[in-house]
T-cell receptor
Framework: GQNIDQPTEMTATEGAIVQINCTYQTSGFNGLFWYQQHAGEAPTFLSYNVLDGLEEKGRFSSFLSRSKGYSYLLLKELQMKDSASYLCAATDSNYQLIWGAGTKLIIKP | GAVVSQHPSWVICKSGTSVKIECRSLDFQATTMFWYRQFPKQSLMLMATSNEGSKATYEQGVEKDKFLINHASLTLSTLTVTSAHPEDSSFYIC????????????FGPGTRLTVT
């Protein structure tokens, strides 16, 4: 079957670094998305990884290992506004998105 | 980036009535749009894939006669919740592919439906 696993909730301190992991099993694989979703709002795009390795975009970086079926989102210099849910989604062989349940990130002062 | 709008942003209706939600791609043409629903503290659940000029493809367990989807043009898809019941109360979100690049889905702002 197709499955995406990510932690339900994480807590981190303002100014620190946090890594949110995601493992996936899909029928074929084309790429992996990370989205941020604040409560009551629609998701917003953060990153898309197709090739193995780390892609950095400002305070956010995303890593992919296709052989391990593993990705992580790294958030640096955490700010209070980063408190949100982070959704991992893999695209299968038909480019259909398979969504994880999301990781709720709580930032404490 | 690509912009997707949704209307209305929130709606309250009585049980048994129908509600129409519009999803528009404002600065690009979207041959494919997606409709999701999301319950509190849960992830997105794909309801259907809407293709311009053809019938929508519904996910297993989604009643096609209850959730009517019409993709009338390259910039507009509508979801009509027919004979709404309180259990249909949810956050409905549409998204669209631009058709180029990395198959990134751009999301509308969502519609919160409350059925009383």
């Amino acid at each position: 079957g197709q499955n995406i696993d990510q932690p339900t909730e994480m807590t981190a301190t303002e100014g620190a670094i946090v890594q949110i992991n995601c493992t996936y099993q899909t029928s074929g694989f084309n790429g992996l998305f990370w989205y941020q979703q604040h409560a009551g709002e629609a998701p917003t795009f953060l990153s898309y990884n197709v090739l193995d390795g780390l892609e950095e975009k400002g305070r956010f970086s995303s890593f992919l290992s296709r052989s391990k079926g593993y990705s992580y989102l790294l958030l640096k210099e955490l700010q209070m506004k980063d408190s949100a849910s982070y959704l991992c989604a893999a695209t299968d062989s038909n480019y259909q998105l398979i969504w994880g349940a999301g990781t709720k990130l709580i930032i404490k002062p | 980036g690509a912009v997707v709008s949704q209307h209305p942003s929130w709606v309250i209706c009585k049980s048994g009535t129908s509600v129409k939600i519009e999803c528009r791609s404002l600065d690009f043409q979207a041959t494919t749009m997606f409709w999701y629903r999301q319950f509190p503290k849960q992830s997105l659940m794909l309801m259907a894939t809407s293709n311009e000029g053809s019938k929508a493809t519904y996910e297993q367990g989604v009643e096609k006669d209850k959730f009517l989807i019409n993709h009338a043009s390259l910039t507009l898809s509508t979801l009509t919740v027919t004979s709404a019941h309180p259990e249909d109360s949810s956050f409905y979100i549409c998204s669209a592919f631009t058709g180029t690049g990395i198959y990134e889905q751009y999301f509308g702002p969502g519609t919160r439906l409350t059925v009383t």
